[in-house]
């Protein structure tokens, strides 16, 4: 995945330009009409990757020229989200997550919490050019107590996959995210790492 590449780019090389053409070339130019390579998640990789890039450069010039295009990716998802603020894929639309078998049936859980993160990152951009982050910061936590009450399965003690199905399926990767991302609690993660690890 090319999404990959960039922070895989930083981390052994730590060539910015590499990483910089890399960030242009997926996004491409406005307006926005589909996600990148058609997967949603790709999107919301990308958007996260700027804030990514960032960290591991403090290169504030580069993100400040390419926002625009990171918060019009962002405001192109969040016109496919449904009332609860979870967001779905159109027809064309691919989800990928990492091949798994997942329960794709609805919404899925790890599209919602990379959804967030998306929110955060644009947040976190925004605070650093100086501009009000209340928007994302709002939509991000409303959007984790909505996973938190459609996904959180008591029961197993884990997120599930999709709550639309009524397979209440579990796989690893919304789980995973949870813990990464810092969403899931003390007690959650406790028990999402006693699941798979």
């Known amino acids: 995945m090319r999404i990959r590449a960039i922070l895989l780019t930083s981390i052994c090389f730590f060539d910015k330009d590499i990483c910089k ?8 130019n406005d307006p926005v ?7 949603v998640d ?3 990789y990308w958007i996260i990757s700027l804030e990514n890039y960032y960290n591991m450069s403090g290169d504030l010039d580069f993100i400040r020229m390419v926002y625009p295009k990171m918060e019009s990716l962002l405001r192109y998802c969040m016109e496919q989200t449904d009332e609860q603020g979870f967001i779905y894929g159109r027809e064309g639309d691919w989800i990928y997550i990492d091949w798994a078998e997942l329960d794709k049936e609805g919404t899925l859980c790890a599209e ?3 959804l967030a993160r998306s ?3 644009v947040a976190s951009v925004r605070r650093l050019l100086g501009l009000d982050a209340e ?3 709002g939509r991000k936590e409303a959007l984790l107590n909505n996973i938190r009450q459609f ?4 029961e197993k003690g884990v997120f599930i ?8 399926n579990v796989t690893r990767h919304a789980n995973i995210f949870a813990v990464l991302f810092g969403y899931a609690d003390e007690t959650e993660t406790e028990s999402i790492l006693h699941r798979f690890f």
């Not at 053409?21 to 491409?28: F, K, Q, S, T, V």
């Not at 996904?151 to 008591?154: E, I, P, Q, S, Y």
């Not at 996959?161 to 209440?168: F, I, L, P, T």
């Open 161 to 168: 996959d999709s709550y639309q199905s009524g397979r209440r």
């Open 119 to 121: 929110y955060e990152a």
């Open 21 to 28: 053409r890399m960030i242009l070339a997926l996004r491409g």
């Open 42 to 44: 790709y999107s919301m």
């Open 151 to 154: 996904f959180w399965d008591k």
């Open 135 to 137: 928007e994302f910061i």
């Open 33 to 39: 009409t589909e996600h990148i390579n058609t997967i």
């Open 112 to 114: 919602q919490l990379l």
